[in-house]
T-cell receptor, first 114, second 114 residues
Framework: EPEVTQTPSHQVTQMGQEVILRCVPISNHLYFYWYRQILGQKVEFLVSFYNNEISEKSEIFDDQFSVERPDGSNFTLKIRSTKLEDSAMYFC????????????FGQGTRLTVV | RKEVEQDPGPFNVPEGATVAFNCTYSNSASQSFFWYRQDCRKEPKLLMSVYSSGNEDGRFTAQLNRASQYISLLIRDSKLSDSATYLCVVNNKDSGGGADGLTFGKGTHLIIQP
């Protein structure tokens, strides 16, 4: 069964550093997403990406964040100047429809900022 | 602001019992509705989509009431493996293309007891 893969599974970084979280969406999907889940809280939408550009972003996704699809397979989330409150699980998802007929989620990257 | 509200539980239910969850959503223009399941520290996985006519998948039945803006999930003959957090999820995007994120509820925690 096709799946979304994310690397690394766990990233520890010092406050102020930059991190890049990587995702390989399902190969025939066209719509890509990043979500985050702070421990004990709900899953929150960050950004959606389609046709090589951001389609929508939430108020969480400020200038500290950026996304990129550097090649035909990878989809990355860059977080600059990390803060303690950026510690969370970051999920990548992809779908073949804008209505998210089914959004497939990767297993997540647990980011710990120390 | 788009919100999805759920009773966080936990619901402690004996094996074999029937359990029902409800959720309400605030955006009357919401287009698509889903129940996702999330196991502890894992990614959300689609349990089922929810249609206006109601739909059933084995032991699971989902209902949508657009007038009251609420969604329900019924689990019959509950199994130990049903223990998880059940996430009510709404997509607000119309069919105009691009991509929109999913709005998640905080989830209802279900514990099936032997």
């Amino acid at each position: 069964e096709p799946e979304v893969t994310q690397t690394p599974s766990h990233q520890v970084t010092q406050m102020g550093q930059e991190v890049i979280l990587r995702c390989v969406p399902i190969s025939n999907h066209l719509y890509f997403y990043w979500y985050r889940q702070i421990l004990g809280q709900k899953v929150e939408f960050l950004v959606s990406f389609y046709n090589n550009e951001i389609s929508e972003k939430s108020e969480i996704f400020d200038d500290q964040f950026s996304v990129e699809r550097p090649d035909g397979s990878n989809f990355t989330l860059k977080i600059r100047s990390t803060k303690l409150e950026d510690s969370a699980m970051y999920f990548c998802a992809s779908s073949d429809s804008p209505l998210n007929t089914e959004a497939f989620f990767g297993q997540g990257t647990r980011l710990t900022v120390v | 602001r788009k919100e999805v509200e759920q009773d966080p539980g936990p619901f402690n239910v004996p094996e074999g019992a029937t359990v029902a969850f409800n959720c309400t959503y605030s955006n009357s223009a919401s287009q698509s509705f889903f129940w996702y399941r999330q196991d502890c520290r894992k990614e959300p996985k689609l349990l089922m989509s929810v249609y206006s006519s109601g739909n059933e998948d084995g032991r699971f039945t989902a209902q949508l009431n657009r007038a009251s803006q609420y969604i329900s999930l019924l689990i019959r003959d509950s199994k130990l493996s049903d223990s998880a957090t059940y996430l009510c999820v709404v997509n607000n995007k119309d069919s105009g293309g691009g991509a929109d994120g999913l709005t998640f509820g905080k989830g209802t925690h279900l514990i099936i007891q032997p």
